[in-house]
């Protein structure tokens, strides 16, 4: 069964209501079995137009898995505390 992963690039508003978000989020990824391959850090584009703002990549052992985590109870709840201090673009994505 292939890996799936949970690809986010993030435009933080307000700096200091994403710390809930980011406490709320990290219930959930320990909930889901979710391993953090990247979670914040510098980004440097080496090639393309892109301006990457926050950039997290969460590993899961299948698409079913991932999707538990993104539609579970406790991701709602940090989205919602997330509502005004970021944009997200989060793309799942199925991998080896």
């Not at 406490?23 to 090639?47: D, F, N, P, Y």
């Not at 993104?70 to 991701?75: G, L, T, V």
């Amino acid at each position: 069964m292939p890996s799936a992963y949970i690809l986010a690039n993030v435009d933080v508003t307000d700096p200091q209501q994403y710390e809930e978000y980011k406490r709320l989020s990290t219930i959930a990824m320990k909930a889901h079995g979710a391993e953090v391959c990247i979670r914040g850090g510098a980004a440097q584009v080496i090639e393309g137009d892109w301006t990457p703002g926050r950039m997290v990549l969460l590993k899961f052992p299948s698409t079913e898995k991932a999707r538990a985590f993104y539609d579970s109870p406790e991701y709602q709840a940090a989205k919602k505390a997330r509502e005004g201090a970021a944009v997200m673009r989060m793309l799942l994505i199925e991998g080896t």
